[in-house]
Nanobody, 125 residues
Framework: QVQLVESGGGLVQAGVSLTISCSAS????????MGWFRQAPGEEREFVAA????????YYADSVKGRFTISRDNAKNTVYLQMNSLKPEDTAVYYC??????????????????WGQGTQVTVSS
């Protein structure tokens, strides 16, 4: 089993930066990718960013490209999402997820086997 714990969310003003983290524990040796997804009230969960764990390739949703950066610390089994120039429309619960198999797109949530509980990010205007 894998446990994922997000941290670092909060209430911020538009335009500022915030970094959220996701710490993984448990059976992590077969990890293929880590992703960040978010869900706003009344909306479906959507892809934000993903990173291929070994190779370091990164992927971003168009809505965050150029503003958000996903990174990982292999030694700490931690993935980060640095969010710059935050906008009110970035307000959501942010979830990290782990994908163990290299099949299917990292942009789709159905391929991720493990999920964290989420951390709330609220951006005020």
């Amino acid at each position: 089993q894998v446990q994922l714990v997000e941290s670092g969310g909060g209430l911020v003003q538009a335009g500022v930066s915030l970094t959220i983290s996701c710490s993984a524990s448990g059976r992590t040796f077969s990890r293929y990718a880590m992703g960040w997804f978010r869900q706003a009230p009344g909306e479906e969960r959507e892809f934000v960013a993903a990173i291929i764990w070994r190779a370091g390739n990164t992927y971003y949703a168009d809505s965050v490209k150029g503003r958000f950066t996903i990174s990982r610390d292999n030694a700490k089994n931690t993935v980060y999402l640095q969010m710059n120039s935050l906008k009110p429309e970035d307000t959501a619960v942010y979830y990290c997820a782990e994908k163990d198999l290299p099949f299917g797109s990292v942009l789709q949530d159905k391929g991720y086997a493990y999920w964290g509980q989420g951390t709330q990010v609220t951006v005020s205007s």
